[in-house]
């Protein structure tokens, strides 16, 4: 079983800087795209950033210039650089990877358990 293991939460100052990480348990055949998504209280999760496996990169317009998705294939690892945070970035952060665990096998989403990130003004 494979799980990704989110770390990096915490509570900061508006105007701070945080950066998550998101890593697979074990490794994996290939690993497709990888995403952060959020989810604060009373809304729907939302996409944040997202990154292809070329490192092709999006992201949510309400983070763009402030925050930067990258991902370490060596170590399965995905991260979240977030600097300039407000207090709307205040959510439960989740990472998604679609992840191909052996040869000829169709990737398969998974998700992180999700860490709180607590901007406060």
């Known amino acids: 079983q494979v799980q990704l293991v989110e770390s990096g939460g915490g509570l900061v100052q508006a105007g701070g800087s945080l950066r998550l990480a998101c890593a697979a348990s074990r490794t994996t055949f290939n690993i497709n795209s990888m995403a952060w998504y959020r989810q604060a209280p009373g809304k729907q999760r939302e996409l944040v950033a997202g990154i292809t496996s070329g490192g092709t990169t999006k992201y949510a317009d309400a983070v763009k210039g402030r925050f930067t998705i990258s991902r370490d294939n060596a170590k399965n690892t995905v991260y979240l650089q977030m600097n300039s945070l407000a207090p709307e970035d205040t959510a439960v952060y989740y990472c998604?990877?679609?992840?191909?665990?052996?040869?000829?096998?169709?990737?398969?989403?998974?998700w992180g358990q999700g860490t709180q990130v607590t901007v406060s003004s």
């Open positions: 998604n990877a679609d992840l191909v665990l052996g040869r000829g096998w169709y990737a398969q989403r998974y």
